[in-house]
């Protein structure tokens, strides 16, 4: 079967280029505004793909961008919109939490939310890195670009990604005057209101300021008391001050403020609930549900106890012309981000993993460059970066319905208060030489050491087991350094059509086992190592309206931080659940990924976006699998790396006799089977399945009104998102669920 789908891919990437090369309509890329009478679509230039303004025709990093218009076009209104967009990636709300994200790209990303884990994919806002998977969930209210680079990035940017990076820029306020107002309603209660204002002063000063108020009513409903869940409701704010010294020095203050005040994120137990009977035996508590979700969920939480999040901070970027060959910038951040969330893991009305998490999270990062152009043949970038991020955290589990004793039960409480302590330093060097006509060089080394701390304390409280005050503390400290290289060819065939191959090694911090409960489980894991080797080949027809972007790519992938759940001594009269964290695995990936676009005539936007990847474990280390030859299959299959993913989208504007603009528009996004779980439950798997859309917009002949329908889901599919695993405690697997089929209307005015 791997076999037939490489076979596809193959024809399928081929066939593309052949009607490339015989076609002699083109489009850029996806991020065209698109008009009526349009015949080709603008060059599309990224900035953050090698620092500094280029063609995404001609950077050798396979990356996908979308402007404000094509996020509209997606329907993307906060960041996990893009999922289905970009090849090889995955893109959701993560695992019960309203506010996280949970992103993989080649099969690489955070298989576990807890803070004690990187992210594997770097997320950034203005060149800023943020540092947790909390809080990144980000609501796209003043965006102006969005760039997804796949593969290890670790030369140029802030902090090491061995998945890639997701990279923000927003409104500037000198490039973006004027401003907006825009009003959304739609199904499930939803209301939206956005707003954009900036105004320049001289010719030295600007500012903008930016907001945004979200709402929507909850589309998982607790049947017993009606209340609604997985609900929205946003605010947030962003002041930019922009200032400029001539034409050698520019900088950018910036304030950005969100809060969430959200219910409950539920999902649906997709395995049987049980409590353990301390006399012998267990008691079955639940089966799961057959048929089709109805989003209808248990929770044995009280309607007031919900998921709340404060997120707020500030940077300042300079940037000073030394010399004509010469530049000097520097990204000065600090964030604080808090969260106070209640999580239903096993999502019924028993206690059985029922959690409350608040995070108080503090980030300092600073990062210099200094850039070097001779305006011929040879660009370098010379950085140093720092960041220094406290994480206290204070939790609570809840399980009065795990343990009993005959008919009587059991209360359980523990507390944990830890402290984690990040600091990373880094150095980097990339250098670009074209060192012969059409031929280009480029070569890059960072160094990284990354030192934390982590403190833990945990208490027991039952009314029959007695009380532990603390019934463990403990503190542990490491440090992990790293050399990752990066290395490109590249040629470039004609003035429209360039090719490359590329090495990049890609590293991602250890840690330790933030669910330690005894001594035998306080443990350190080592660092995440990746190698990828690709080539690519980005073309575009001489008429500017065809364009396509094809990467194939080979990855070895060392030391998968992989968060297990076993039981300990399942014979003791009390059973002893842990959650250790192994340096597994070892993994083989290897994909080719397709963007294309195509303007036919004069109004009619076709894209399509391929991906194809095998992601195969060639080692996994597992204690439990030696133990019970009954989990061989454990491990079969990597989760969030589905064999292919595929989308194609199409509009058409019809250009009105008042010289308005009305435009239709649709897409239909493929996603194979996803495992959603490190260890291979049946239950967390999701099928292969398809999603639609469809939108009509109309724009006023002076570009000033604007109005907006559009449906997301058009078929109503019932489809699996996010997992949580426990199995260890009441056999929990919970499931979380994409949005139903929503519709929605809006209408903006531009000033």
Do not use: C
Not at 281 to 287: A, P, T
Not at 541 to 566: C, M, N, P, T, W
Request: net charge negative; aromatic share 10%; glycine share 10%.
């Amino acid at each position: 079967m791997k076999r037939n789908h490489l076979s596809l891919a193959i024809g399928l990437t081929l066939s593309l280029v052949a009607l490339q090369a015989q076609a002699q309509e083109a489009v850029d890329g996806q991020e065209g505004e698109g008009q009526a009478t349009a015949t080709t679509l603008d060059t599309i230039e990224v900035t953050t793909a090698r620092r500094r303004a280029e063609s995404i025709d001609e950077v050798p990093v396979a990356v996908s961008a979308f402007g404000e218009s094509a996020l509209r076009d997606l329907q993307a209104t906060n960041i996990d919109g893009l999922q289905g967009a970009v090849p090889n990636m995955n893109i959701v709300q993560g695992r019960g939490s309203s506010n996280s994200v949970n992103v993989f790209i080649r099969g690489i990303g955070q298989p576990d939310a807890l803070q004690t884990f990187d992210p594997g994919v770097g997320m950034y806002v203005d060149d800023v890195y943020y540092s947790r998977i909390n809080g990144a969930l980000f609501s796209l209210f003043d965006v102006n670009r969005v760039e997804v680079l796949r593969g290890p990035q670790g030369t140029l940017y802030g902090k090491n990604s061995t998945g890639g990076a997701v990279k923000i820029s927003t409104r500037d306020p000198f490039e973006d005057q004027g401003g907006a107002v825009e009003l959304t309603v739609g199904d499930y209660g939803r209301l939206e209101g956005r707003a954009y204002v900036s105004g320049q002063f001289g010719d030295s000063v600007a500012m903008s300021l930016a907001a945004a108020k979200i709402s929507r009513d909850g589309y998982v409903t607790d049947p017993p008391t009606g209340k609604d869940y997985n609900d929205e409701d946003t605010a947030a704010a962003r002041f930019k001050l922009g200032f400029r010294a001539g034409d050698d020095f520019t900088g950018t203050f910036s304030l950005d403020y969100t809060r969430q005040d959200n219910a409950l994120t539920l999902g649906r137990p997709v395995a049987p609930l049980y409590s353990v009977n301390l006399a012998g035996g267990i008691v079955l508590l639940s089966l799961p549900e057959t048929g089709e979700y109805d989003f209808r969920t248990r929770t044995s939480f009280a309607p007031d106890q919900g998921q709340d999040m404060t997120h707020k901070g500030a940077a300042l970027n300079l940037q000073w012309q030394l010399s004509d060959a010469w530049t000097a910038k520097s990204i000065t951040a600090w964030r604080k981000l808090d969260t106070a969330s209640f999580i239903d893991i096993d999502a019924s009305e028993f206690e059985l993993g029922d959690v409350f998490v608040g995070v108080d999270q503090r980030q300092l990062s600073q990062e210099l460059q200094l850039q070097y152009d001779n305006g011929d043949n040879l660009r370098a970038i010379f950085g140093l970066y720092y960041m220094d991020e406290q994480v206290p955290s204070h939790q609570e589990a809840y399980a009065d319905d795990f343990l009993v004793w005959g008919a009587t039960p059991i209360s359980f409480l523990r507390t944990i208060d830890d402290d984690l302590s990040n600091k990373s330093v880094a150095g980097f060097v990339h250098v670009d030489w074209d060192f012969a006509p059409t031929w280009t060089l480029a070569a890059g080394l960072r160094y990284t050491k990354d030192s934390k701390d982590y403190y833990r304390t945990t208490s027991t409280f039952s009314d029959v087991l007695g009380n532990a005050d603390p019934a463990l503390a403990f503190s542990i400290s490491d440090s992990w350094t790293a050399l990752t290289p990066s290395l490109s060819l590249q040629k470039a065939f004609s003035d429209n059509m360039m090719g490359y191959v590329s090495a990049n090694r890609g590293y991602k911090a250890g840690g330790f086992n933030g669910r330690a409960n005894a001594a035998t489980e306080i443990s350190a894991f080592e660092p995440e190592y990746v190698w990828t080797y690709e080539a690519g080949l980005k073309m575009r027809s001489g008429d500017g309206r065809l364009s396509g972007r094809i990467a194939a790519f080979h990855s070895q992938y060392k030391d998968f931080q992989a968060r297990v759940s076993e039981v300990i001594n399942p014979n003791d009269p009390i059973p002893n659940f842990a959650f250790p964290v192994l340096n597994a695995a070892e993994l083989a990936i290897d994909g080719i990924e397709f963007e294309g676009v195509a303007r036919l005539g004069e109004g009619t936007l076709l894209s399509a976006q391929l991906g194809w990847m095998n992601a195969r474990y060639e080692e996994f280390i597992d204690p439990r699998v030696a133990v019970n030859p009954a989990l061989a299959n454990l491990h079969d299959n990597v989760p969030f790396s589905p064999d292919f993913t595929a989308r194609i989208a199409l509009q058409h504007g019809f250009e009105l006799a008042n010289g308005s603009l009305l435009t239709i528009g649709g897409d239909v996004s493929y996603r194979d089977e996803t495992w959603l779980s490190v260890d291979n439950a049946p239950g967390l798997r999701q099928g292969a399945y398809t999603v639609a859309g469809l939108f009509g917009g109309w724009d006023s002949a002076d570009g000033r009104w604007q109005g907006r329908l559009g449906v997301r889901n058009l078929t109503d599919e019932v489809y699996k998102t996010d997992g949580q695993e426990f199995s260890s405690i009441g056999g929990i697997q919970t499931v979380y669920y994409g949005a139903p089929r929503n519709y929605y209307a809006s209408i903006r005015y531009n000033f």
